[in-house]
């Protein structure tokens, strides 16, 4: 089970558009859809932002969107804010009944 | 309000056991898919273990035949049994709900507890 690969770090200024990319496999995203993002602030417990590739979570801005093509998922976030600082980590189910989750992604708002 | 509330962790010496619990309100645990998740300091999320419903469980590879997951029904309470301790189970262990119920799953998290702190250190 190897996680799944973020960039360590994505950056924009303020208003600006962002995507977090998210690879896996033909055997966690590539073959369900069923990856969510969650945005973690420093010290803080992860929040759920996108479920299953494109649903936004209760109380998410619609500045948050997700998509997937073939074994990448990935979560754009528009219109960039200084709230939006934080790290983001994607998680996908698995073909063996698990889950794995990906190397987190630290978004700086210059 | 749905909340979960970890307790158990602490410091504890490589080999040694200890046991996690997670108190939940506002659902019932019997009828949810429960999941542990933790996070090694200054590092990512590592999905560790799940209860389904219906009381089977999967684990992860770099834990399977050392955790156990459980639960008490008549409490609503998750437990997760570490035996054989290690330094790199060193991690915040939070407990994290599925929102599906009974035979219907969903497959992200939706709530998770403010997480509890294990160190395993000599």
């Known amino acids: 089970q190897s996680a799944l690969t973020q960039p360590a770090s994505v950056s924009g200024s303020p208003g600006q558009s962002i995507t977090v990319s998210c690879i896996g496999t033909s055997s966690d995203v590539g073959g369900y859809n069923y990856v969510s993002w969650y945005q973690q602030h420093a010290g803080k417990v992860p929040q759920l932002v996108i479920y299953d590739v494109t649903n936004r979570a209760s109380g998410v801005s619609n500045r948050f969107s997700g998509s997937k093509s073939g074994n990448t998922a990935s979560l754009t976030i528009s219109g960039l804010q200084a709230e939006d600082e934080a790290d983001y980590y994607c998680c996908s189910y698995t073909s063996s009944s698990l889950y794995v989750c990906g190397t987190g992604t630290k978004v700086s708002v210059l | 309000e749905v909340q979960l509330v970890e307790s158990g962790g602490g410091l504890i010496q490589p080999g040694e056991s200890l046991r996690l619990s997670c108190a939940a309100s506002?659902?019932?645990?019997?009828?949810?898919?429960m999941n542990w998740v933790r996070q090694a300091p200054g590092k990512g999320l590592e999905w560790v273990s799940v209860?389904?419903?219906?009381?089977?469980?999967y684990y992860a590879d770099s834990v399977k035949g050392r955790f156990t997951i459980s639960r008490d029904n008549s409490k609503n309470t998750l437990f997760l049994q570490m035996n054989t301790l290690r330094a790199e189970d060193t991690a915040v262990y939070y407990c994290?709900?599925?929102?599906?119920?009974?035979?219907?799953?969903?497959?992200?998290?939706?709530?998770w507890g403010q997480g509890t702190l294990v160190t395993v250190s000599s």
């Open positions: 209860i389904y419903s219906g009381g089977s469980t």
């Open positions: 506002g659902f019932s645990l019997s009828y949810s898919y």
């Open positions: 994290a709900r599925e929102p599906g119920i009974g035979g219907w799953r969903e497959y992200y998290f939706d709530y």
